[in-house]
């Protein structure tokens, strides 16, 4: 993830990347979109990925709860 920052920092491009790991998304991209069924459910910030948010993608309200289901 580190090498991702440095070419969107340095180059001034978008990178694009499919995560399975809320924590890693929060910690390390501003911006998430997350599908359920094949809809866009979440198009937003990571920091604005609320209980409400989480539990519409994942059936659970915090990344705890999505992380021990995994």
Same mark, same amino acid.
């Given at each position: 993830? !580190?090498?991702? +920052?440095?070419?969107?920092? %340095?180059?001034?491009? #978008? @990178?694009?990347?499919?995560?399975?790991?809320?924590?890693?998304?929060?910690? !390390?991209?501003?911006? +998430? @979109? &997350?599908?359920? +069924?094949?809809?866009?459910? /979440? !198009?937003?910030? #990571? +920091?604005? =990925? #609320?209980? !409400?948010? =989480?539990? #519409?993608? /994942?059936g659970a309200?915090?990344? %705890? %709860?999505?992380?021990? &289901? &995994?």
């Amino acid at each position: 993830m !580190d090498a991702l +920052a440095r070419i969107n920092r %340095e180059r001034r491009i #978008t @990178v694009l990347c499919t995560l399975h790991s809320v924590a890693l998304a929060q910690r !390390d991209c501003s911006r +998430a @979109v &997350a599908l359920a +069924a094949g809809r866009v459910v /979440y !198009d937003g910030t #990571t +920091a604005a =990925l #609320t209980p !409400d948010a =989480l539990e #519409t993608v /994942y059936g659970a309200r915090s990344v %705890e %709860e999505i992380e021990e &289901a &995994a």
